[in-house]
C-alpha cells in the first residue's frame, strides 16, 4: 500500500476503537463508522480515504461491508477481519486488493510462546519447522529449537482410558463392557482351571454364557451351574448398560474419547480455558508443535464446539475458575494453563483459581477486550498476558503505513511485526483502548 491520505475503519470492536486512536494520534486523518449505511460509507470515501479496515467479530457484517465498499471504489485497498477460513478463502478470491485477517490466528503465536516454556515470546510453526523467539536481556532473538533444549513432544500423553472425564454415555458404554469381558475372562478361567477342560471347548461354553445361552448341559457341575446362571444374570445388566452407552453416544457424540488423541492428556499437556476463535486456534497451534491439549468450555452449546470435535480436540464442559475442574485436569503435572475466553474478567478469575490450586503452573492469559484492564502490566503477577487486541491492531497499523507483516509478535509491552524473515521492528499501537470518536 502507498501511505494513506486519509484512513476509514468500520466496526465497534475493540480492535477498531484500538486502530482508530493510534491512526488519530499519529496523522489525525481518520473516520470512524461503527455500523455505516451505504450511502455513509460513500460519503467517507469523497472526504478523501484512500484505504479502509473493516474489522467486526460477525463474519458475515464483515463480508458485506467489503463487497460494498468494493462496489463503491473497486481499487481501494481493504484490510478485512475474517474468522471463518472458507469465507476468507472466498473474500480472497472474489477481492484481490483486500488483506483478510483472523485476529485468533494472529495472536496464536503470541500466545503459544509462554505455554511452552519460561522466556518463550512467541512460538511460530510454518513449512520450515517450529521455531522459537525469546528474550535475553531486553533484545528479542530466534531458535530453532526452546531455550532448554527439552522436547516438545509428550508421545504418550493422554493414551490410557480415564472415565473422570467421561460422559455418562461413555461410561455406560465402558463399564458394561468391562463387565462382559470381565464374565466371560472368569468363566474360562473356571473352566480351565477348575473343570480342566481344553481350551477351545472352555471359550465356547464360556461364550455361550455370556450370551446368555448357557453351558452345555451334560457339562455342568453343580457348583459351575450356579456360578453360570449368576453370571448370566449379570451379562445380562452389563448388556443393558452397554447397549445405552453406545446409545448415548449415537445421539450426542462426546467431547473426549475414552483412548486416543481426543483422550484428556495426564502431563506435558496445555489446558486451554474458552474456546472461542482464540481458544480453537491456539489449541491447533499447540498441537502442530507436539504438545497435547485440552480445553474447557463452560457453555455446553457454545458454537464451537461441534468443530472443536470434529478437530480431535477434547473438551471439558465445566468453568475454568472450579478447583475441582482444574485438579481432575492434573493441573499441578501440566505445562501451563492459558485463559483465553473472550471476557477477560472471566480469564482473571480462572488464572487467580489455578494460582490457588497450583502455584507453580505457569499461567497465560488473554487480555484487550475491556477498557477496565486494559493496562495489561496490572496483571503481571496473575501471568504471562498478551495483549489479542493490540496484536490485531498492529497489523491493521502495519499495513496502512504500506508494509504487509509476516508475522505480529508481542511481548509484556511492545508490538513487533515480521516483515523480513526474523527480523523484528516494532509497531506502535496506542494504548488507548477508546478512540475520539466514541
Known sequence: MKRSEGYLVI??????????????????????????????????????????????????????????????????PLVVTIFDRTIAEQLRRLLPQASVISPAVLAAPSLVGPCLEAGVVAGLADAAGPSYVVKKEGRLSWLD????????RSRFAGRLPDLRHQDPGSRLMTLGLLGLLGALLLDLTWLLVIEHRGLPESYVDAAR????????????????????????????????LF???????????????????????????????????????????????????????????????????????????????D????????????????????????????????????????????????????????????????DVTAIAAGHVVAEFRGRRPRAIIADSSTIYAEFEPRTLEPVPVSPRQECCHR
Open 145 to 152: 529449537t526452546l531455550p532448554s533444549g527439552r522436547t516438545v
Open 209 to 240: 454364557v455370556v450370551a446368555t445361552v448357557g453351558p452345555a448341559a451334560d457339562h455342568a457341575g453343580t457348583a459351575y451351574s450356579v456360578f453360570s446362571g449368576t453370571a448370566m444374570l449379570l451379562t445380562i445388566l452389563f448388556a443393558a
Open 11 to 76: 466496526g465497534e470492536t475493540a480492535v477498531a476503537r484500538r486502530v482508530c486512536a493510534t491512526l488519530a494520534g499519529d496523522t489525525g486523518r481518520v473516520a470512524h463508522l461503527t455500523a455505516p449505511s451505504d450511502a455513509e460509507i460513500r460519503g467517507a470515501l469523497a472526504a478523501g480515504a484512500t484505504a479502509v479496515a473493516i474489522l467486526f467479530h460477525d463474519d458475515v457484517a464483515a463480508l458485506r461491508y467489503a463487497l460494498a465498499v468494493a462496489h463503491l471504489d473497486p481499487e481501494l
Open 323 to 386: 478447583r475441582g475442574v482444574l485438579e481432575r485436569l492434573e493441573i499441578g503435572r501440566c505445562r501451563a494453563l492459558a485463559a483465553v475466553g473472550s471476557n477477560d474478567l472471566d480469564n482473571i478469575a480462572v488464572a487467580v483459581a489455578a494460582s490457588a490450586v497450583s502455584p507453580e503452573t505457569r499461567v497465560v492469559l488473554r487480555a484487550g477486550e475491556q477498557e477496565a484492564i486494559g493496562e495489561t502490566r496490572s496483571l503481571l503477577p496473575l501471568g504471562v498476558t498478551r
Open 243 to 321: 447397549t445405552a452407552g453406545v446409545v448415548e453416544r449415537l445421539v450426542s457424540p462426546p467431547l473426549v474419547g475414552i483412548l486416543g488423541r481426543r483422550a484428556v492428556p495426564r502431563r506435558g499437556h496445555v489446558i486451554v480455558v474458552g474456546l472461542g476463535q482464540v481458544g480453537i486456534r491456539l489449541c491447533l497451534t499447540l498441537r502442530r508443535h507436539g504438545v497435547p491439549v485440552v480445553g474447557v468450555e463452560r457453555d455446553g452449546s457454545a458454537p464451537l464446539l461441534p468443530l472443536a470435535r470434529r478437530l480431535g480436540i477434547p473438551v471439558i464442559v465445566g468453568h475454568g475458575a
